[in-house]
Structures are given as C-alpha cells and as structure tokens.
C-alpha cells in the first residue's frame, strides 16, 4: 500500500507529464493533406535548418513515415526536440502561405508526429561514414555539439564528444521542462548521434578532466561548444539565504526526477521573464505552490520568453508583474527567506541592446510576502575556459574569424551559445543545430580542403 508521502510524489510526477497532446493519425494525416506543397515554400526558408518542409508533410500524407522522419532529421539532428519547443508561429508556421485565407499548416505538430513515430519504433535514420582517417574533438553534447557531431560522423570522421554532464544533450536533456520536452526525446537524438559511430564520453569536464592541448594532439580539429553556464547572482542583499533557487538548476532537477514537496502550499517569485524565467514558476507551480510571481524590470514588451511561454504560464496562473524590480530579500530567524523588498521602475533611454533602460522610481519601495525566490536573469559565461584556452572573446562570447566558426586558435572552431550574444547570433534550440551542422562543414573544408555539403 502506498504511504501519503509516495501518493503525492506519484502526483507531482503526473504533473511533470507531457502537455501538449500529440496529432492521432486522422489528425495527421488531414493536417498533411490541407498543404500545399509549395514549389518555393517560405516556410523552408524560414527555417533556420532549412527542413524541405512541404517533403515531409507529404511523405506523411503518403503514411511514409520513416522517409518523413529521416527528412526531417537529415536536416535538423535535433529536429524531435525542435518540434516540441521552436517558436513555430515565428519561423515556419508565421510564413505559411495559409495565413490569413485560413490556417497555418501545424507544422510543428506534424513533425512531432513523425519523429515521436521513429522514437517509439526504435529506428535508426543514418550510418556512419566511410572512415577518412581523420578526428574532431566537441567539447560540450548540447544541440550544437549534436549536431556536428552528426554530420562529422557521416562524412567519415572519427568523433569524440567530451560532455561534462552525466547525460549528453544539454539544454534539450536538462534545461527544458519534462512537461514541454521529455527526456526520451533528447537521448533518442543522442542515440542517433551515436549510431553514426560518434563516441560520447559523460562526466568529462574539459580544463579539469582532460587539457585543450592533449584535444588538439589526439584530433585534427576541435569544436568548442560548451553554451553557458550558472545564473548569475543579483547582487542584493540576502541571496545567501536558504530558499534562493538557481532557475537552471532548479529546472535541472526536475528533469532529474528530484520532485520535492516542499513547495507545496507555498507563495514563490521569479526574477526575471525569458523563457527559463517562465520554465522556473511553471515548474513550481507543478510541485504545488499557490501563488508564483513573475518580476520583471522592464514592461512586458522588453520581455525575451516567447509569446508561447508566456501564454502557458498565465494559463497555469502566474502572475507577472512588471517595471518591478528586488532590492533586498529578508529572512527570518531561521535563514530562511521570507519576504523581498521591491521597487517600481520606469523607462528611460535604450542602453546598448536597443531596449529602454529600467530606472528605479524614488519613494516606490513595497514588500512581497514569499517563501522562496527563483533566480532567472540570463546565465554566466564559461570565461575561465576560454582564456585557459587563450581563445579571443567579448565577455564570454567567443570571437570568431570570418563566417567560417573558427577562433583566434588554428583548428578550434565554436558554435552554439558559447557564440551567442554582443549581436553575434540567435539563442535558439534551432539555431544552435544549424550552427552545428555549419560548423563541422567548415572543418571539413579546412581538414580535407573540399566544400562540403549535407550528406545525410
């Protein structure tokens, strides 16, 4: 018989289960048979993997489902998780030729239609390469990492991916909510990354467990792809104080099947709106806090999570507060955290990413009740490993040379968020797959001196 305490565990894991139910076969295919099948279809343009979309709609419509799958996949290695999180109504959906006389074609749901079809039948989309003799070393198994991963490995090459974690996949595995992307999903991708003969070793921290220098003798090229790191501190008052949360790791351990009931009953806030902002108070909610606060500096038109995301977090009642910004948090006795002390803000001029810069309003201070704080105002940067490297960045953003994904060292190239920021790229899950794909065909061209092309 189940204990009260493993009853409501068993609970808050259902509320971990995916929501966004998938298309039934009737659905898919009268969804598939509504495209067009454009000729120059601009939602293949739209598409930063470039997927021949109206291609695998129709191979749905024709119940060609593993050729709709490996279509999808030969362009995006990711492409199971994108069709889960990708802002669809931005990239491909937004430049469907349906909007306005109709709808859009639900694209992301038909390519979750096909991949979830390869997961659940345990098929393998590709195979390695004729070995060319020659070995690439990516450091980090996020998208990014993936991705070349892939394409290295179909064009021959010998591949070894260094991943610090426990498990590759990095933000599709732990940084992504279990009720948008499940696990299964990203270590499927990983499995297909690996059946091209890539080798994948977990719990290797490059800088600690293996040095740059000893990469670079036992490859010929190495790609940097580590993301970013930590959320970092506020910088107030009372951050040491028990129940101030990293929203990185917060996520990360629920994705880790770590369900604590101590958020039940409880009143929550986060600081910040992107989307792991948004991830943070979902998560929270899930595990049974009543009331989760949203804080947020500027006004909800500078906010960076997604239309979608915000959507979904007013739909499980979170509410936000804008041009608020943390002063102080104040603890109790005990140390724990038991209020935050805020004050409005207001506009004034845009600061160097062209948004209004935030100004605190004088006299204007107010105090938040709260049992915990989530912390979600962007993430840290892997600098020490970067300059231990001696490779040329702004911040943390690496510096490349060119369009080609090379750094300042000769034969390390880099790509994924390690690259994102001072108005260099996007932070997409999409994004970092095509970068990836980018990237290993630029080492292609510089090992071997041919252009390369795709070649799953």
């Given at each position: 018989m189940s204990t009260g305490n493993e009853m409501l565990l068993e609970k808050l894991q259902a509320n971990f289960n995916e929501v966004e139910p998938p298309l039934s076969h009737q659905e898919a295919f009268e969804e598939a048979s509504r495209c067009l099948y454009c000729y120059d279809a601009p939602c293949i343009t739209a598409c930063p993997t470039g997927i021949e979309i109206p291609s695998f709609i129709k191979k749905i419509a024709s119940d060609n489902l593993l050729g709709s799958a490996r279509k999808i996949?030969?362009?995006?290695?990711?492409?199971?998780?994108?069709?889960?999180?990708?802002?669809t109504e931005e990239l491909c959906e937004g430049a469907c030729v349906l909007n306005g006389s109709t709808q859009p074609i639900?694209?992301?749901?038909?390519?979750?239609?096909?991949?979830d079809w390869a997961i659940h039948n345990e098929k393998v989309l590709f195979k390695s390469g004729k070995p060319n003799g020659k070995s690439v070393g990516v450091i980090g198994g996020g998208p990014a990492g993936l991705s070349a991963a892939r394409e290295l490995g179909l064009m021959g090459y010998g591949v070894t991916?260094?991943?610090?974690?426990?498990?590759?996949?990095?933000?599709?595995?732990?940084?992504?909510?279990?009720?948008?992307?499940?696990?299964?999903?990203?270590?499927?991708?990983?499995?297909q990354v690996k059946q091209v003969g890539v080798d994948i070793r977990t719990n290797t921290r490059v800088g600690r467990d293996v040095s740059l220098e000893e990469l670079k003798e036992n490859h010929d090229a190495v790609i940097l792809s580590v993301g970013m790191s930590d959320v970092p501190m506020l910088g107030i008052e009372g951050e040491e104080l028990n129940g101030v949360h990293d929203a990185i790791e917060f996520v990360k351990q629920t994705k880790s099947g770590q369900l604590s009931q101590a958020f039940a009953g409880k009143k929550g806030v986060v600081i910040g709106a992107g989307n792991t902002a948004i991830d943070g108070a979902t998560c929270a909610v899930r595990l049974g806090a009543e009331n989760m606060k949203i804080l947020y500096r500027r006004s909800e038109k500078e906010m960076t999570a997604y239309d979608f995301e915000y959507e979904f977090a007013k739909q499980d009642g979170v509410e936000f507060r804008w041009l608020t910004a943390p002063k102080r948090l104040i603890g109790d006795e005990a140390g724990n955290v038991c209020a935050i002390e805020c004050e409005k803000m207001e506009l004034g001029e845009a600061d160097?990413?062209?948004?209004?810069?935030?100004?605190?309003?004088?006299?204007?201070?107010?105090?938040?009740?709260?049992?915990?704080v989530i912390k979600a105002i962007g993430q840290t940067r892997y600098t020490d490993l970067l300059e231990q490297f001696n490779i040329h960045h702004d911040g943390g953003v690496v510096t490349l040379n060119d369009d080609r994904f090379e750094t300042s060292v000769n034969n390390v190239f880099s790509c994924g968020d390690v690259i994102f920021g001072k108005g260099q790229g996007e932070a997409m899950v999409v994004t970092a797959s095509e970068q990836g794909k980018q990237t290993a065909y630029q080492v292609h061209e510089k090992l071997s001196g041919l252009q390369a092309e795709s070649t799953a």
């Open positions: 996949m030969e362009a995006n290695p990711v492409g199971a998780s994108c069709a889960r999180v990708c802002p639900m694209i992301g749901k038909l390519q979750r239609y096909a991949t991916i260094y991943e610090a974690e426990e498990e590759a996949g990095g933000l599709d595995t732990y940084g992504i909510v279990s009720f948008r992307l499940p696990k299964r999903v990203s270590f499927w991708e990983v499995d160097a990413d062209g948004r209004r810069r935030p100004m605190p309003i004088p006299d204007s201070t107010f105090t938040l009740e709260v049992d915990f």
